[in-house]
């Protein structure tokens, strides 16, 4: 409290920032300040301190029920486990050594800041003897070469070590790698079936006509030689079967006769 204004340190999740909590904070003289993004490992008493004991009561409570051989943790038994376990985490010295830690009580700014890996110089200009690439990679390798120099680049200008932006880098790598090695597979797959196909084709248009045998009888051999006569060898002594005409016809050829 400074004077009749309070300050309200929020975390600045949505559920807080609402405008009935802005005309409560407002006709009460509250002013609210939300904490940067991802600071509040660093900056909140509870995220430091308190949290991280509870997790570890708790944790020690579960593991002894699961030594009775309860290996499933219901409602019942969280409502009965976690007042023991919250009684253990939030003591009067834990809550003090969790403020002492987020340089509130004492006020010590600078144990929060030194924490923090802020560069206040500007980044110097990327050097024109970079390995830099603007072409779009072809193939694995290629791709790999980007990756390291966009990488390369995020750190002269960032001046700190690797942050999350380098893991979506590499995310996309693996992404960009698996794509490049299923084209390959499938330009691989084409071929093998366009050579297929191909064979395919040369055998349908392939040329059907016979080639002439030097030995045998010409057509015309064939037609003016003489039938073969009986006994000959390959004739064959079974007269073929004639059919009889119908009872009609027969009929009439009898009274003609």
């Not at 940067?36 to 570890?56: E, T």
């Not at 593991?63 to 003591?91: C, G, Q, V």
């Not at 051999?221 to 073969?228: C, R």
């Amino acid at each position: 409290m400074k004077g009749r204004y309070r300050l309200s340190i929020l975390d600045g999740h949505g559920s807080h920032l609402t405008p009935k909590f802005d005309q409560i904070c407002e006709d009460n003289d509250i002013i609210p300040i939300c904490m940067p993004p991802h600071s509040s490992h660093l900056l909140q008493p509870l995220d430091i301190g308190c949290f991280a004991v509870l997790k570890r009561s708790y944790g020690r409570l579960v593991e002894t029920i699961i030594r009775h051989r309860i290996n499933h943790i219901d409602k019942l038994d969280f409502l009965e486990a976690y007042p023991s376990a919250r009684i253990e985490a939030f003591k009067p010295e834990t809550i003090k050594n969790s403020f002492s830690a987020a340089g509130l009580l004492p006020f010590l700014p600078d144990q929060v800041l030194s924490k923090l890996n802020i560069c206040l110089r500007t980044p110097p200009p990327p050097s024109r003897d970079s390995d830099w690439d603007p072409k779009t990679p072809s193939n694995y390798i290629q791709l790999q070469k980007q990756a390291s120099s966009i990488k390369a680049l995020l750190r002269i200008r960032s001046r700190s070590p690797p942050s999350p932006l380098n893991s979506a880098i590499n995310q996309v790598l693996k992404a960009c790698q698996i794509t490049m090695q299923s084209a390959a597979f499938l330009e691989k797959e084409v071929g093998d079936l366009r050579a297929a196909n191909e064979k395919q084709k040369q055998k349908r248009t392939r040329s059907r006509r016979h080639i002439p045998a030097e030995e045998g009888l010409s057509v015309q051999e064939t037609i003016e030689a003489p039938p073969p006569g009986p006994g000959m060898p390959g004739e064959s002594t079974i007269q073929p079967r004639t059919r009889a005409p119908p009872p009609g016809v027969w009929n009439m050829q009898n009274a003609r006769a």
